[in-house]
Structures are given as structure tokens and as C-alpha cells.
RNA sequence: GGGGGUGUGGUGGAGUGGUCAAUCACAACAGACUGUAAAUCUGUCGGCCGAUCGGCCUACGUAGGUUCGAAUCCUACCGCCCCCA
């Protein structure tokens, strides 16, 4: 009973109809509940903010209960809306293809294989005929799509509402339906999709759906999300252990409580003992422990701690990295056209600034004009900025 | 169907005939400093060429036009927003 409220503790956001009600059901039945989780394959990468649904998963899973990954496989070849103004690409069916597999993946990171089914919307939603959507629509009304936020906001600001977009909640609680499910556990932001699926799934089938909504990493101080894929920031469960423990290290310090809340299992103990050593002690270490915690969670003790170690080395002391990327000089190619071959510039434009602003050195020294040429050997180190490096062949 | 707006760089958003490769903010990159690839401060931030001055090319929804000269004016088209019906 204890591990059971302790489901609702740690990495949950709110529960609906209430905790309590929740822990009673799970206790009361007979079965197993099944929860599910669903994700789009929009790309190939599942970062740390979804890494809270897989961890509370996961327990859920070791408390005796049954899990559901949905692939959002149909909703994600039509293209998903709910981003900003501009519509997305929809993606090709080989492309969704290729991120589920991606995906999987990176799910068996946290969820052993086996531990959870699998299943796909496109099995119910590819089937239904203009007919049986009609009929669907007919359960929600416009007032309720337009109270969603992000709906609001747009009418506010005059940006455009296309009517596909009613369409995705629709679709989205559908799979309640079509699952039959017991309850639904996803992201605070997916809050209002979740409660789509519980209206629909109580005007079809009569059953009380649990709506579990897991915390976002969001930055304490500015409010903003901390892994933000839109903006290419995030820590992708496909990273390498190295890059990983880098970006995590890159995060402002006021990441590190909640990546160790919500993106680690280490005891809430922990947290609190993190959260008071903040005050007295150097943040650099709490934030390297957070980031040797994660990296472990996917990569394993031993990449953790080589992955801190070249960090340490090349950041901190100032080294070079164990491996370098090898590359070719061609003899007559001035500066700026060999850091654009070796993809350390964009242009030679971009190339001849990075010499100007001193970020380019040849073994260790300042690299300061331009115009005369690299009088490269086999062995030179050619570094830009602090983290990029090449070595001649 | 009628009327009024609007469309700019990765994003937001200025600019309404030349001094605009385009204020500013965010993002990004670099340097300094540091405690790290944090924070802060400074700088850079379309491309090509000439050894920093300079020159050329491409760019402000699309296609034309007016003009010595257009992101800025005109026409058509495309997209979007609002109001009326």
C-alpha cells in the first residue's frame, strides 16, 4: 500500500479525479490497472523531459500494474499542429518507421523489453471512415477545444486557428477509447488531450478514465522549459555518454534540482540533501553528480565515469580530449578554406571571424592571421573554441 | 459577397523611396573572467573576392511595373488576420 501512494508522489504533477481516489482503485481491483503513455515519432530523438513518464513508468510497472506505450504513428504521418503558427511537415510513412524503431530503442533504455505492450493508433484511427468521425466530433463541443490555452492565446493574438487542429485532441482521446483503458499518465502539457480521452472515453464507454499528469523540467527561475526541442535544446537519450554529461554541465545551474528530481531515481533524500549544500557549496559539483547520474542511467557506471573524466580534462584542465577527429590537409588551402573543409567554419566569411576573435589555435598556440597560410604536419592539433578539435592525418 | 489589415533574417519584431545586409530582443558563436560548455561582461552574427579601408553578388511572400534608385510606391497573384453580410 505504501509503494502504491508513493506512485503519486514524486514525478506527478496532479492526478484526476485526486490521489486518493487513484490509490483506492488500484487497491480495490482485482486486475491490474493499465496505464498508458503516449508518443508521436515526430523525430528520432526522446529527450529528458520525457524521461519523467518512462521513470514513473517504470515503477508503476515494479508496483504490479500493466503499461501501454502508444505510438502515435497515425497522428504523427498526418502532422502534429500543436506547435506554433506554421503547420509541420508531415512525415512519410518510412520516416515514422524509422523514429518508432528509434524510439523503441531509446524506451529500452528505462523499460526492460517485454515489461509493457506495445501499440499503434494507426491500427484504429487508419480504419474510421468520415462517418464514425462525425459521430466522434459530435461528443465535443467548440467551447471545449477553445478553452484549451494555447487555443486561447492564438484567437488573442489573432493568429490563425486551422480546423485540423480540433482534430488532434479528437484523435488523441480516441485512443482512450479504442484502448479501453484504465488510466493515461503523460506530461503536465498534455493535460488537456489527456482530458479529451476521459470526456470521450465516458460518453462511449462509461468508464472513468485516471488522467496522470507527470512535472516538466522547467527552470525554477524564468519558468521556461528546460528541454525545449523546438529550439534544438535538449539532451537526447541517443546521445553518447560524452555528449550527454557536456550538455548537461552546459545547463544553468538552476537546472540541476530538477533534472535530479524528475530525470534521475536517486532518493528524494538526496534531492533535499542537493538542494541544501546549493547554498555553501560549488554548484559545478552538484551539477557534475546530476550529470554522472544521468549519464549512468543510460550509459552505465563505466562511460559515466570516463565521460566525467574527459570532461574534467578537457574543460577544466585545458587538455585534449583521448580521440581526436583525423583530418587532411591539402597543401595551398589558406586558413579559412581548411577550417571550412574540416566543418570547423560555416564559410570563410564565418572562418576569418573565428581567427579574428583569437578562437582558433594550431597546437595550443593563437592563430592570428589569416592570409598566411597553415604550414600543417602530420600530428598538428587544430582547435576552435574550447570544445572542437582536429588532427592532421 | 463587401470592407480593412498583414507577409521581413533561426525565432520574435522594427523599418514605409536612397545613409538597409536591414534598429532591437532571444537563440547561436567567440573572447574575457570564473566555479563548468553556469552566471556576468565584451564582441561577432548572408555569401564571395581582395591582406582589416573596400568591391561584388544574393536577400525583405511570388511575379511584373514605376524610378537614376524599392524591403519601402503601383498592379496581379499567393498566404494569413479582423469586421460586416
Known sequence: MANIEALFERYVHTVIPSKEEAVRRIASSREPLTVYLGIDPTGPDIHLGHSTNLLWLREWIAAGQKAVLLIGDFT??????????????????AQVEENMASYLDQVHKILAPGSFQIAYNSDWLGPMTFTDVVKLASHITV?????????????????????????????????????????????????FNMMMGRELLQSLKHKDKLVITTKLLEDPTTGKKIMNKSEGRYVSLRDSAEEMFGKIMAMPDSAIIPLLTYATTVPLARVTDAERRLISENPKNIKQEVAREIVTLYHGDVAARDAQDSFEKIFTRGELPESIQEVSSVSGN????????????????????????????????????????????????????????RKVK
Do not use: C
Open 143 to 191: 467551447q471545449q477545444m477553445i478553452v484549451r490555452d494555447m487555443f486561447q492565446r492564438r484567437l488573442e493574438a489573432g493568429n490563425p486557428i486551422h480546423l485540423h487542429e480540433f482534430f488532434y485532441p479528437l484523435m488523441q482521446g480516441y485512443d482512450s477509447v479504442a484502448l479501453n483503458i484504465d488510466a493515461e499518465v503523460g506530461g503536465n502539457d498534455q493535460f
Open 334 to 389: 589558406s586558413w579559412p578554406e581548411s577550417l571550412v573543409a574540416w566543418e570547423l567554419a560555416e564559410s570563410k566569411a564565418a572562418a576569418k571571424r573565428l581567427i579574428e576573435q583569437g578562437a582558433v589555435r594550431l597546437n595550443g598556440e593563437k592563430v592570428t592571421d589569416w592570409a598566411t597560410g597553415p604550414n600543417l604536419k602530420s600530428g598538428d592539433v587544430i582547435q576552435v573554441g574550447s570544445r572542437e578539435f
Open 76 to 93: 504523427a504521418q498526418i502532422g502534429d499542429p500543436t506547435g506554433k503558427d506554421a503547420a509541420r511537415a508531415s512525415l512519410t510513412r
